[in-house]
């Protein structure tokens, strides 16, 4: 976890996490959240629609969101291309998981 933590550090970017409900369940979801403190790095969660209810029985990750954005299909690619613009725009101002 220390390295991880230096690295980021070294070169601090937005991390980006996919398939965000296997996290939760083994709390492991915990480790991202102390990362987040370590770091102050930007992390965005991605995950099925359910990812926001699953994330409340852990408090001090749920509290950290900053915004929740959720996707809509739209054709086959199923509102991946909504979520990016709205990323676009905000990923910036991100400051918490």
């Given at each position: 976890?220390?390295?991880?933590?230096?690295?980021i550090n070294y070169e601090p970017k937005p991390i980006i996490i996919d398939e965000a409900?296997?996290?939760?369940?083994?709390?492991?979801?915990?480790?991202?959240?102390?990362?987040?403190?370590?770091?102050?790095?930007?992390?965005?969660?991605?995950?099925?629609?359910?990812l926001s209810i699953k994330l409340r029985k852990f408090e001090r990750v749920h509290n950290?969101?900053?915004?929740?954005?959720?996707?809509?299909?739209?054709?086959?690619?199923?509102?991946?291309?909504?979520?990016?613009?709205?990323?676009?725009?905000?990923?910036?101002?991100?400051?918490?998981?």
């Amino acid at each position: 976890m220390e390295r991880i933590i230096e690295a980021i550090n070294y070169e601090p970017k937005p991390i980006i996490i996919d398939e965000a409900d296997y996290l939760i369940s083994g709390n492991k979801i915990e480790l991202i959240r102390e990362i987040r403190d370590e770091t102050h790095c930007p992390i965005v969660l991605l995950g099925e629609g359910q990812l926001s209810i699953k994330l409340r029985k852990f408090e001090r990750v749920h509290n950290r969101v900053l915004r929740w954005v959720f996707a809509r299909k739209y054709g086959s690619n199923f509102g991946y291309t909504h979520i990016s613009r709205k990323l676009d725009k905000s990923i910036l101002k991100l400051s918490v998981i």
